[in-house]
């Protein structure tokens, strides 16, 4: 999100980069677990959101409790995961996030426009810049990512005007990879070394070598 949003300030980024990789990442939520329960989140988070003291007390409990899968899924597959690195990852991946934060990320990532400043004035995917960015692009999501789904990815890196991009969805379906992904093991799971990497070093072999 960070980078594509940089690219966007006018492109004036993008002629100091030789390529950019996207890893898990997408500018549009829509069909995320947190667009989709956005009503239940908004009404009780007027205050903030404590997120560092509940994944806090999530990660203490992995491997505890067949029933956070469901919870760990949000963010990870946990058959991909491992759990030492889970337990650290959800222990201290987010701090407590105020409510204007909340509203803001709700209401414009799973918007149409995509995520957006909180005041509405700039766009992190702008079409009309990222149409003139003509840096080669590879994008990366999980098949079950929820967090950012595919689709969002996908349709983050169709807007670059680059001809050399690349969006690779990964998953045994997509004959990309021999187990599903989602958010946080795209880097960090068992088999990314494997599975995922090799995508990226490709890519940078073929447009990022030095000359």
């Not at 980078?3 to 996207?22: C, D, E, M, N």
């Not at 990442?25 to 903030?48: M, V």
């Not at 058959?79 to 991946?93: H, I, K, V």
């Not at 992904?181 to 072999?205: K, M, N």
Request: proline share 5%; hydrophobic share 40%.
């Amino acid at each position: 999100m960070l980078a594509v949003g940089l690219l966007s300030q006018q492109g004036k980024f993008a002629g100091a980069l030789r390529s950019v990789t996207l890893l898990a990442s997408g500018c549009f939520g829509r069909g995320s677990w947190h667009g989709i329960l956005a009503p239940l989140i908004r009404s009780i988070t007027g205050c903030g959101f404590p997120a560092g003291a509940v994944c806090s007390a999530v990660g203490s409990l992995i491997g505890t409790a067949a029933a956070l899968w469901l919870v760990e899924a949000l963010f990870y597959m946990p058959r991909n995961m491992p759990q030492e690195c889970a337990r650290e990852l959800m222990s201290g991946c987010l701090r407590f996030i105020p409510a204007g934060v909340v509203q803001q990320f709700l209401g414009s990532l799973n918007s149409q426009q995509g995520l957006t400043s909180c005041d509405g004035s700039f766009s992190y995917a702008d079409p009309k810049v990222l149409a003139n960015v003509h840096v080669p692009v590879l994008a990366l999501n999980g098949s079950w990512d929820l967090f950012c789904p595919a689709v969002g990815g996908r349709r983050t890196v169709e807007m670059f005007g680059s001809t050399a991009k690349r969006f690779v969805c990964l998953g045994p379906r997509q004959g990309t990879s021999k187990r599903h992904y989602g958010h946080f093991d795209v880097i960090s799971g068992t088999h990314a070394a494997d599975e995922v990497y090799p995508h990226i070093i490709g890519w940078l072999q073929q447009h990022d070598a030095p000359s």
